[in-house]
Structure formats: structure tokens, C-alpha cells
């Protein structure tokens, strides 16, 4: 049984933890989330995850004993091939709204999993398609005031405020949040990894 080590300081990713019963803790990593301009949308979510798991190894090297299994994500929000990571400022996060009003865009989470004292790893990345109605400058406006968009990348949140701007969804719900929980159930069990588990805890 393996202690599971969530190497991401997103409360939503512990909170989707946390309701599907899952026992881990939480060791957040230093590491600037740079894009790679030469990589596709797909291959940089897998490529920062995989940078974050390792510098989760790096930086506790309290981990490096046996009986840890690392979990690193990194989500972005694609519209085509342009990446729309955090909003830097109010006026990004407007920019980004006008950009998805209408359209489909999707939403990629990359993860990585490490095994601390065998080095056995695993990577790769889940994609949903999400389609927003179109937005009117007031609805876009009065959203960005409440500043729930800045820490969120595309400048929204679908289990927040902008869930009404969502008119459909094609793939993982828990993907958009950020933790693609149907994918991750199907990683540990083909790699033989067991966690300690609680039955699920939504409410």
C-alpha cells in the first residue's frame, strides 16, 4: 500500500481528492510554469506535470524512501493552438473570456505519476472539450470583478461562478476542475498501484 503525495498547492485538486475517499497528503513544489513554445497544448500539460513531480522528488527528500507514489497535474485550457494558461492580469482575464464566448475550447490536464523508491513512472494527459454560449460584456465584466478567473487557467472555473456559461461538455467533467479522476483510477490500477482509500465523501 503506497502513501499518496499530491504535488500541487490547487485546492481543487484536494478537494476532488478528498470526495473520492483517496488518503493522501499535500506537498506543494517551487517551479515556474513556463510554456514551450516548440510543444503542442497536449505535450506541455504532460511536460510541466512531469516537471512538478520531479521537482516534488527534488525538493522532500524525505520522499525518496520506500512507500510514496507522487501525483502531479498541470492543466491548460486551449483554444486551437493557442494556450490560455492564468490570466496575469484583469484585463487578460477579459481577454480570455471574449476569446471562449461561443466557441468550444479544450481543456487539457497533463499528470504525471512517480513511484519514490523505484523510480517507476507513468505520464500522459486528458482532454475534454468544453463549449461556452456566447457572453455578453456585462456577464464577462461582472465575473472577472469577483477575481475567481486569476488563478484559474482560461479565466474561468467550471465548478464556480462560470458553470452557467458552460453549454456543454464532451469528456471528463473532473478534468475541467482539474484531476481527470476516471483517468487516474485506470493509471493505478494497470500499473498495480494501491492506495489507501475512503469510500467517496460528496455530499
Request: net charge negative.
Amino acid at each position: 500500500m503506497l502513501n499518496l503525495v499530491l504535488a500541487s498547492q490547487s485546492p481543487r485538486r484536494r478537494e476532488l481528492l478528498f470526495e473520492a475517499g483517496y488518503e493522501f497528503t499535500v506537498s506543494p513544489v517551487k517551479l515556474s510554469e513556463n510554456i514551450e513554445e516548440n510543444l503542442n497544448p497536449e505535450e506541455n500539460a504532460s511536460h510541466l506535470a512531469t516537471q512538478k513531480a520531479q521537482a516534488c522528488l527534488d525538493q522532500n527528500k524525505d520522499l525518496k524512501s520506500q512507500g510514496y507514489l507522487i501525483l502531479a497535474a498541470d492543466t491548460i485550457v486551449a483554444l486551437g493552438d493557442q494556450i490560455l494558461g492564468k490570466p496575469t492580469s484583469v484585463e487578460e482575464a477579459l481577454a480570455f473570456l471574449r476569446l471562449l464566448s461561443g466557441r468550444a475550447h479544450r481543456v487539457i490536464t497533463g499528470m504525471a505519476l512517480v513511484e519514490s523508491h523505484s523510480g517507476k513512472f507513468w505520464q500522459g494527459y486528458e482532454q475534454t472539450e468544453v463549449e461556452f454560449r456566447s457572453l455578453t460584456e456585462d456577464e464577462i465584466q461582472e465575473y472577472v470583478a469577483t477575481g475567481e478567473p486569476m488563478d484559474k487557467a482560461g479565466g474561468y472555473g467550471i465548478q464556480g461562478r462560470a458553470g452557467k456559461f458552460v453549454s456543454s461538455t464532451t469528456g471528463s467533467w473532473s478534468n475541467v476542475v482539474g484531476l481527470p479522476l476516471e483517468r487516474l483510477e485506470r493509471v493505478l490500477e494497470e500499473n498495480g498501484w494501491h492506495i489507501r482509500r475512503q469510500p467517496p465523501r460528496k455530499s
